[in-house]
T-cell receptor, first 115, second 108 residues
Framework: EAGVVQSPRYKIIEKKQPVAFWCNPI?????LYWYRQNLGQGPELLIR????????DSQLPKDRFSAERLKGVDSTLKIQPAELGDSAVYLC?????????????FGQGTRLTVV | AQRVTQPEKLLSVFKGAPVELKCNYS??????LFWYVQYSRQRLQLLLR??SRESIKGFTADLNKGETSFHLKKPFAQEEDSAMYYC??????????FGTGTRLTVIP
């Protein structure tokens, strides 16, 4: 199995442009996380989905960031418009909570550079 | 609010020496603690979790609720242990929070 798949791996855009990231979690995983990781920092939680419901988006900067998880499977994270400070690695993770399973599986991440 | 603190950004030890990566947490509920590792050019992956109380690749970690700590230890470091290590806390609401990470370098 490929695990959590993210695309694109790299993205370079000019400031004020929109950008979108895509995540395909492990099949059957009900929980999906989006994280932002700045250089030299740990992953920062942006939003968590349980199936198709965004159950915690308190850390998501809602003025420019949005996310969706249609049908409770794939998810997209969008930034519009992007700012220079948004340059970071965006990580997606999925987990199957239940029966003692709490391990989160991560994708390779999307490295965003805003110029 | 929850918080995970890793006081060391960088840690270097010689091969064969003991290693300890520190992690402290604050959380009002009953947390589940993890150590995740990221080897060079690989994705973040689980190393171990406190509820399993197992040794993975020679690493162990004990949850000390009195000191709110979950330090990662290995008696004899190996070169292949060089990586970024992140301590993480899972809340009762299933939110997973990470510390800032410690880069471990094992010197041959």
């Amino acid at each position: 199995e490929a695990g959590v798949v993210q695309s694109p791996r790299y993205k370079i855009i000019e400031k004020k442009q929109p950008v979108a990231f895509w995540c395909n979690p492990i099949s059957g995983h009900n929980t999906l996380y989006w994280y932002r990781q700045n250089l030299g920092q740990g992953p920062e939680l942006l939003i968590r989905y349980e199936n198709e419901e965004a159950v915690d988006d308190s850390q998501l900067p809602k003025d420019r960031f949005s996310a969706e998880r249609l049908k409770g499977v794939d998810s997209t994270l969008k930034i519009q418009p992007a700012e220079l400070g948004d340059s970071a690695v965006y990580l997606c993770a999925s987990s199957l909570h239940g029966g003692g399973n709490t391990e989160a599986f991560f994708g390779q991440g999307t490295r965003l550079t805003v110029v | 609010a929850q918080r995970v603190t890793q006081p060391e950004k960088l840690l270097s030890v010689f091969k064969g020496a003991p290693v300890e990566l520190k992690c402290n947490y604050s959380y009002s509920g009953s947390p589940e603690l993890f150590w995740y590792v990221q080897y060079s050019r690989q994705r973040l992956q689980l190393l171990l979790r406190h509820i399993s109380r197992e040794s993975i690749k020679g690493f162990t970690a004990d949850l000390n609720k009195g000191e709110t700590s979950f330090h990662l230890k290995k008696p004899f470091a190996q070169e292949e242990d060089s990586a970024m290590y992140y301590c993480a806390l899972l809340t009762g609401a299933n939110n997973l929070f990470f510390g800032t990470g410690t880069r471990l370098t094992v010197i041959p």
